[in-house]
């Protein structure tokens, strides 16, 4: 299995502050990379695929990108929305997974 | 807009089977290329990908499962179903019903999820 490690696994930000979300495939996926938020009590939602495709509806302060084999998504301006847990995936090889998640607190 | 319902007893006895169905609504199950995938996920834990299946039938599982899954589809109910036999206490979770789970189809929409508690 492709093991996803995610850093940090949480962070505190105030709103307005930029914050990078890191994550780590233990082999080459490609550009097979998703990125997904959690708030509690509700099911992820699908932010950005395939390391830097923003969903539809999604605000521009998100935005993914790649370099060489890490993989980040960045807040440009965070909101309080956006306060919630952050997963990465990879769609490279089955068994689909997961990294650990990044939960963004408020400080 | 692709709705999904998880729906499912909420408690299981320990090597009972676990039985849950999704049904989609506003898009039919079995139209264009789409996988239909469960996931669950532990209270306070991570996500886990449990298996997919195709329209046509044909699914993948999570090696970790070490086959006591099982993912079937019914197009003409637009539902497909996860069963997962000699459950224990480590199966207890949110189960979350998902389209997608294909290299370039990711989880684009999901079911609200459902808790499964396994306990006598």
């Known amino acids: 299995d492709i093991q996803m490690t995610q850093s940090p696994s949480s962070l505190s930000a105030s709103v307005g502050d930029s914050v990078t979300i890191t994550c780590r495939p233990s082999?080459?996926?490609?550009?097979?990379l998703n990125w997904f938020q959690q708030k509690p009590g509700k099911a992820p939602k699908l932010l950005i695929s395939?390391?830097?495709s923003l969903q539809s509806g999604v605000p521009s302060r998100f935005s993914g990108s790649a370099s060489g084999t890490d993989f980040t998504l960045t807040i440009s301006s965070l909101q309080p929305e956006d306060f919630a847990t952050y997963y990465c995936q990879q769609s490279y090889n089955i068994p689909w997974t997961f990294g650990q998640g990044t939960k963004v607190e408020i400080k | 807009q692709v709705q999904l319902q998880e729906s499912g007893p909420g408690l299981v006895k320990p090597s009972q089977t676990l039985s849950l169905t999704c049904t989609v609504s506003g898009g039919s199950i079995s139209s264009g290329s789409y996988y239909w995938s469960w996931i669950r996920q532990p209270a306070g834990k991570g996500l886990e990908w449990i298996g997919r299946?195709?329209?046509?039938?044909?699914?993948n599982y999570n090696p970790s499962l070490k086959g006591r899954v099982t993912i079937s589809v019914d197009t003409s109910k637009s539902q497909f179903s996860l069963k997962l036999n000699s459950v224990t206490a480590a199966d207890t979770a949110v189960y979350y019903c998902?389209?997608?789970?294909?290299?370039?189809?990711?989880?684009?929409?999901w079911g609200q999820g459902i808790l499964v508690t396994v306990s006598s």
């Open positions: 998902a389209r997608g789970g294909a290299m370039v189809a990711p989880f684009d929409y």
């Open positions: 082999q080459s996926i490609s550009t097979f």
């Open positions: 299946i195709h329209s046509s039938g044909s699914t």
């Open positions: 395939a390391v830097s």
